[in-house]
């Protein structure tokens, strides 16, 4: 939603004394962590993140590489007469709360918007960008997400029916607030959520981002997730170590998502190389749930070092085939069906050839954790609806 309560529209950005340094040592791989808008909403408070931070290591999160604990809207109060932003009563100490995520051996992320207000009609930032930054600094933030909400009343305001004029000052917006964050010294990942307008991958870098949403908010729905993920083609060349396209939070374990629709999920943001931040309640996680969230063969493919982004490599109706590089030399290899009967792969071609490889390669199902030996192109595949066959080939 872009009004009340609309928090998951956010621009992931980072940055670190220095942008080059930022580049190179933050998110140099996908981040990885859990946002509390999906599950709590505007409902979240102090506990509800203390108790995250408890649940990711109980359950193997954090060590599975989720280690950001991510607060989403809401928790903003009043600003006093010198403009200080305060929290308001859900979170009576936010440096209390920062060294307690920070004890447990996680890092602590926050919201906020370069508007007025953010998407739940809470303090926004504008015009106090580096009062909120050293605001942040000294809490010990180390990640925010600014979600471009009611700054494009400001954008509209200003230059109506100019929309060359619009993204120039989204994109100041964006840089007052990088800048602003550079001045505290202290590394924090900048995350951008502004939907992808714009063509934000072209740019997004320019202005410190870390990340940078590609799209409008995922639900926990089957035709928004495949809709997202499918609209991700052809992005790979904007996304590398520093700098990632971001195609919004995890649904995993939410809604009426089924098994298989959770591995197409899981899969296709692995194959996207994008930012894995859950956002599923971890008080009531399934046995079912866990296993593909801290699936560490998958984990591994999405937290790959040769950063580089998969992408489509063929599709017909509803199969699509998606590839992407490792750096020991392999392909993570997805085969999608999107369509609403399983399919009997006889005989299809695996396109081998379009990724650099013979017509035959040494395959692992990866989800079944199971080495194939050698398989051709041609091969049986059996894809359930909805459903993926992840394959390692070399």
């Known amino acids: 939603m872009r009004f009340l309560f609309r928090s998951a529209l956010c621009l992931s950005l980072a940055a670190s004394p220095l942008l ?69 009563g859900k979170f009576p100490d936010m440096k209390a709360l920062a060294d307690y995520v920070h004890s447990k051996g996680l890092k602590l992320g926050i919201y906020s918007s370069p508007g007025r207000e953010t998407c739940a009609h809470y303090a926004g930032s504008y015009q106090h960008e580096e009062q909120d930054a050293k605001l942040y600094a000294d809490w010990g933030i180390d990640y925010l997400k600014y979600d471009l909400c009611s700054f494009r009343d400001n954008m509209q305001q200003e230059a109506p029916n100019d929309r060359a004029k619009q993204n120039r000052m989204m994109r100041d917006a964006y840089e007052k607030m990088h800048q602003a964050i550079l001045k505290t010294g202290r590394p924090m990942i900048y995350s951008l959520c502004q939907y992808g307008f714009d063509s ?77 931040l859950a956002g599923n309640n971890l008080t009531a996680m399934s046995p079912e749930v866990k296993s593909i969230l801290t699936n560490r063969e998958v984990i591994a493919i999405d937290q790959d070092p040769l950063g ?87």
């Open 20 to 88: 080059a340094q930022s580049k190179n040592t933050l998110a140099a791989t996908p981040p990885m962590g859990w946002n509390s808008w999906n599950f709590f909403a505007g409902r979240v408070t102090d506990k509800d993140i203390r108790d995250t931070a408890d649940l990711l290591v109980s359950t193997g999160m954090r060590d599975a590489g989720y280690i950001y604990v991510n607060i989403d809207d809401t928790w903003e109060g009043k600003r006093d007469a010198k403009g200080v932003l305060h929290t308001n």
């Open 200 to 276: 934000v991958w072209e740019w997004g870098p320019e202005v410190g981002a870390n990340l940078w949403r590609t799209t409008d908010d995922i639900n926990a729905h089957y035709q928004q997730m495949s809709y997202i993920a499918l609209t991700q083609a052809g992005l790979a060349k904007y996304a590398g170590p520093g700098h990632w396209n971001d195609p919004d939070m995890l649904e995993v374990g939410n809604g009426k998502l089924t098994h298989d629709e959770n591995l197409t999920h899981m899969t296709m943001w692995a194959i996207l190389a994008a930012p894995l």
């Open 308 to 394: 580089k982004q998969g992408d489509r490599i063929w599709g017909e109706g509803p199969l699509q085939i998606w590839s992407r590089p490792l750096a020991d030399g392999s392909h993570a290899l997805a085969i999608f069906n999107f369509g609403e009967d399983t399919a009997e792969m006889r005989g299809m071609n695996l396109h081998l050839k379009e990724i650099g490889l013979g017509n035959s390669v040494h395959a692992r199902n990866v989800w079944e954790a199971k080495d194939l030996g050698v398989i051709h192109d041609t091969d049986r595949m059996t894809v359930p609806k909805h459903g993926v066959v992840l394959l390692k080939v070399k």
